[in-house]
C-alpha cells in the first residue's frame, strides 16, 4: 500500500516558472515534476554514500614483540590464550 503526505514548500518565483512551463512542455503535473526531481536526487545520494570505517586508536604500549614476525597461526593462538580453549 502507497501512502502519500501533503505537505507545503516554498519555492522562488523564478524556478516556479520555469517548471511550470517545463511540466507545460512535457505534458506533466508539477508533483510529477517535483517528485521526479526529489526520486532522482535521492537515488544520487544513496549512491554516493560509502561506507567510511571511523579512525579509532586504542592507548597501549604499541606492537607486541611477540607479533613482530609472528604467523597467522600464532596470532589466533595467542589471541585465545588464557581463554580455556
Known amino acids: 500500500m502507497v501512502s502519500h503526505m501533503k ?3 516554498q519555492i522562488p518565483d523564478s ?3 520555469d517548471a511550470r512551463r517545463i511540466a507545460r512542455r512535457d505534458r506533466t503535473t508539477l ?4 517528485e521526479q526531481g526529489l526520486r532522482r536526487i ?3 545520494r544513496k549512491q554516493s554514500e560509502k561506507f567510511r570505517l571511523r579512525r579509532v586508536t586504542f592507548r597501549g604500549q604499541g606492537l607486541d614483540p611477540r ?5 597467522w597461526d600464532q596470532i ?3 589471541s585465545y590464550e588464557g581463554r580455556g580453549g
Open 67 to 71: 607479533l613482530a614476525s609472528a604467523s
Open 42 to 44: 535521492i537515488a544520487e
Open 76 to 78: 589466533r593462538d595467542l
Open 15 to 17: 524556478v516556479l516558472v
Open 7 to 9: 505537505t507545503t514548500i
Open 31 to 34: 508533483k510529477a515534476l517535483v
